[in-house]
Nanobody
Framework: QVQLVESGGGLVQAGASLRLSCAVS????????MGWFRQAPGKEREFVAA????????YCANSVKGRFTISRDNAKNTVYLQMSSLKPEDTAVYYC??????????????????WGQGTQVTVSS
């Protein structure tokens, strides 16, 4: 059974940084491309970033490009989301997800097979 567990969320002030982690178990981690999504209250879940199986290729949504960085450590079965220059509009529940499709940079939530439970990030102004 594949399990994804996020951690690292919290309450921070605008301009601060946070690093989210997502630990994966029950699967061969390197077989999956990984993604981060977020969902704010009353809004649809939106794509944040994706990373290829080997970690060489990454892609971020325009709304976070230049501020967020996705990375992974296949030896630790963990994917990270480094967030800097946080803004109040970044406030959301952040989810990590795994997918095994041939194309690594999937941006639709429906293309991901496994999801974590989410971690809350709140940015105060």
């Amino acid at each position: 059974q594949v399990q994804l567990v996020e951690s690292g969320g919290g309450l921070v002030q605008a301009g601060a940084s946070l690093r989210l982690s997502c630990a994966v178990s029950g699967a061969t981690f390197s077989r999956y491309a990984m993604g981060w999504f977020r969902q704010a209250p009353g809004k649809e879940r939106e794509f944040v970033a994706a990373i290829s199986r080997g970690g060489i290729n990454t892609y971020c949504a325009n709304s976070v490009k230049g501020r967020f960085t996705i990375s992974r450590d296949n030896a630790k079965n963990t994917v990270y989301l480094q967030m800097s220059s946080l803004k109040p509009e970044d406030t959301a529940v952040y989810y990590c997800a795994a997918q095994s499709r041939s194309t690594w940079n999937q941006t639709r939530a429906s293309d991901y097979d496994y999801w974590g439970q989410g971690t809350q990030v709140t940015v105060s102004s």
